[in-house]
């Protein structure tokens, strides 16, 4: 199989083995690009929550944001709390969403 190939296409199997030989192993890869996370609470006191559908819709939408580890929503409070990887996303990008579902979203103090 070696032949067929080196017969076919000598000058990829030559680039392969070149950057194969110089490349590091891929667990050191892997290791050496991940960021460690930063995890972070964030509150947000939300206007124009009723009910239980309203806080499984925000809690949902703030799911899907990559860097939200964590999220609980109350609609009695008026509240949520967001465990979020702060690498990945920002307290305004919270806000941005639930705000972008027809709420009104501010970060609590």
């Known amino acids: ?3 067929d190939v080196t017969r076919a296409r000598p000058l990829a199997l030559v680039a392969l083995l070149h ?3 110089l490349a590091p192993p891929l667990a ?4 050496s690009c991940a960021q460690p996370v930063d995890e ?3 509150a947000l006191r939300i206007e124009g929550m009723v ?3 309203c806080e499984q819709g925000i809690g949902h939408a703030l799911e899907k944001l990559d860097g939200v580890l964590a999220q609980t929503v109350d609609h009695e409070a008026g509240r949520a709390e967001v465990q979020i990887d702060a690498n990945k996303v920002t307290p305004a990008q919270l806000v941005e969403t639930v705000n ?3 709420y009104t979203a501010h970060v609590a103090e």
Do not use: D, F, R, W
């Not at 050191?28 to 290791?31: E, F, G, P």
């Open 100 to 102: 972008a579902l027809g």
């Open 51 to 53: 009910c239980t559908s």
């Open 40 to 42: 972070q609470t964030v």
């Open 28 to 31: 050191l890869v892997a290791t």
């Open 19 to 21: 950057v194969s030989a």
């Open 1 to 3: 199989m070696l032949e």
